[in-house]
């Protein structure tokens, strides 16, 4: 039986990523923020639900402190958006974007994917997998054309991330790669958005699956496609 980490499981993608991990006999572990709520998550039956803010590193130390085997893939999914937080659009541009909200995105929804893989280091081995889910608008190519500079930075923050984390875990034979999820009718992405919850999680699982070594470091779509920086 694999053992897969999953953040942000509660809700949207996280917990279809979980529901899907689940059925194929993976032992999830499913972090979220407050396991009290998250009826639909335990509904799941996962092997654990744990607490985890992944703005915090004491949260996440203590998170990753609970697992206490070797994980075959790890994923860095929860974060958070401008909307999540109280913001509209039009308050977010890069001309007037406040600048405590913006390094609040970066740590949440970027440095987090340092902070998690590297607290659960010690139980990745040669083979295992880090899929850390970021967007397309943290891309330079298809970030300018969105004016919402926390979430963009946040994202960007997260692919660099990702490349440094495929750097420095080459040796010890752990692929880590970047996704794309698509546009996906979730409460974040909202309802006319293009794919669904269970195509994005299906992809993104497949993709994963047959994930080569020489694969570590790309920026992913859902569907396993490149997607440019």
């Known amino acids: 039986m694999s053992t897969t ?7 949207g993608i996280g917990l279809e990523l979980a529901r899907q991990c689940i059925q194929r006999g993976d032992k999830v572990f499913a972090g979220c923020r407050k396991p009290d709520e998250a009826p639909h998550l335990e509904a799941l039956q996962p092997h654990s639900i744990l607490p985890i803010d992944v703005g915090d590193e004491a949260s996440v130390l203590s998170f990753t402190e609970a697992i206490e085997e070797p994980v075959s893939l790890l994923i860095n999914n929860a974060g958070t958006s ?9 308050e977010v541009g890069v001309m007037n974007a406040p600048v405590g909200l913006t390094l609040d995105l970066i740590r949440i929804n970027g440095l987090s994917a340092a902070t998690v893989t590297r607290s659960l280091s010690e139980r990745l081995e040669s083979g295992s997998k880090v899929a850390n889910i970021t967007s397309q608008i943290g891309s330079m190519v298809v970030g300018s054309k969105f004016n919402d500079l926390p979430y963009a930075a946040s994202k960007a923050v997260m692919n660099m991330v990702t490349v440094q984390l495929a750097a420095q875990l080459e040796a010890s034979g752990i692929a880590v790669v970047a ?25 993104i699982l497949s993709t994963l ?8 470091g790309a920026f992913l779509r859902w ?6 920086w």
């Open 179 to 203: 996704f794309h999820p698509g546009w996906v009718r979730t409460d974040m992405g909202g309802s006319s958005a293009d794919i669904s919850v269970e195509e994005s999680a299906q992809g």
């Open 209 to 216: 699956e047959t994930l080569q070594p020489e694969q570590s």
């Open 82 to 90: 401008i909307t999540n937080l109280g913001f509209s659009r039009d």
């Open 223 to 228: 569907d396993g496609s490149i997607h440019p």
């Open 5 to 11: 980490v999953i953040t942000g499981a509660n809700r």
